[in-house]
């Protein structure tokens, strides 16, 4: 059961449409785990291989002995929740335009607590930037802008923002955006490394601040033109607006990254062919990334 249904204009418009397919957690089982081990099953302590593995919830490792979940070592980890409440819950992000708040998820999947509402989005706010981990190349424009957390009465955060353009038609390609605590050489310099891919061409503003480490890894072009920077001025600000939008001021600085990781991956999927590869992308993310738990996505300091 490689993809949710064979034809593409098939996959799944609305949730009922969804928990119509995935019926019985049997058949979730059976998606996840042939998802996850298409080629058979892989123990994750020590590499075992069984092509032949029936689909259950905890294997056995025929060599090492240790058990494994469908859900080890992944977003899912440890949960309690049905499987089919996880997979209508990425169909629902992979799906909708725009974003969803943490009340908007209870009152989907009809959830008692409000806190694992919020801690499932933040996980799968991780999924994305998991799923979202090609760099901007070719031609990249710089800049970087301020943007006001919890409305009027809130405080100001900066973002440091990369935007691909594409020549000829000088539209608008991937998107990366990084809360900084300060705009130096130095933290421009490890946002081009992480968000950059080497060899491309950067549009900066004239100021000492974009001066990469690295000359010989990017060609900079100084733009005084850029002062204006409409493109990333345009993007940093409808960041702002769907922020505050949908959250209503509730996010707090510690948690800003996850949102704007949220918001470039949004953007960039849109390159995608359907909401299927959407899906699926997510879903990839989801079952290759460690998850944590609330308290640690709370104590978090450096990233709601």
Not at 74 to 99: V, Y
Request: hydrophobic share 40%; aromatic share 8%; proline share 3%.
């Amino acid at each position: 059961m490689q993809a949710i249904l064979a034809p593409k204009n098939r996959f799944p418009k609305t949730i009922e449409e969804f928990r119509k397919e995935f019926h019985s957690e049997t058949t979730s089982l059976h998606f996840l785990f042939n998802k996850r081990w298409p080629n058979g099953f892989v123990c994750p302590y020590c590499n075992w291989r069984k092509k032949e593995q029936e689909p259950t919830k905890t294997i056995t490792c025929g060599h090492c002995g240790h058990p494994t979940s469908i859900t080890t070592n992944t977003i899912m980890h440890g949960t309690k929740k049905a499987l089919i409440e996880w997979l209508s819950c990425i169909w629902w992000l992979a799906s909708t335009d725009g974003g969803h708040s943490a009340k908007d998820l209870q009152r989907l999947l009809n959830l008692s607590s409000y806190q694992t509402a919020w801690t499932w989005l933040q996980k799968l706010r991780m999924a994305m930037a998991v799923a979202d981990n090609k760099p901007c190349r070719g031609t990249v424009e710089l800049w970087s802008d301020s943007i006001l957390l919890g409305g009027h009465m809130g405080h100001k955060e900066k973002i440091l923002a990369a935007a691909e353009i594409i020549l000829p038609s000088g539209i608008t390609g991937r998107i990366k955006m990084e809360a900084i605590s300060d705009l130096s050489s130095n933290s421009v310099t490890h946002f081009l490394v992480k968000h950059v891919a080497a060899g491309s061409s950067l549009v900066v503003p004239d100021s000492l601040a974009y001066h990469v480490r690295d000359q010989d890894a990017y060609l900079t072009v100084t733009d005084a033109k850029s002062a204006t920077a409409v493109r990333i001025q345009q993007i940093i600000k409808s960041f702002e607006i769907w922020l505050n939008k949908i959250h209503r001021g509730g996010v707090v600085a510690k948690h800003l990254q996850l949102y704007l990781d949220e918001f470039c991956f949004r953007s960039n999927v849109a390159m995608l062919s359907d909401n299927e590869a959407i899906f699926h992308l997510l879903l990839s993310a989801v079952l290759s990334q460690k998850s944590r738990s609330y308290r640690n996505i709370t104590a978090n300091t450096t990233t709601e």
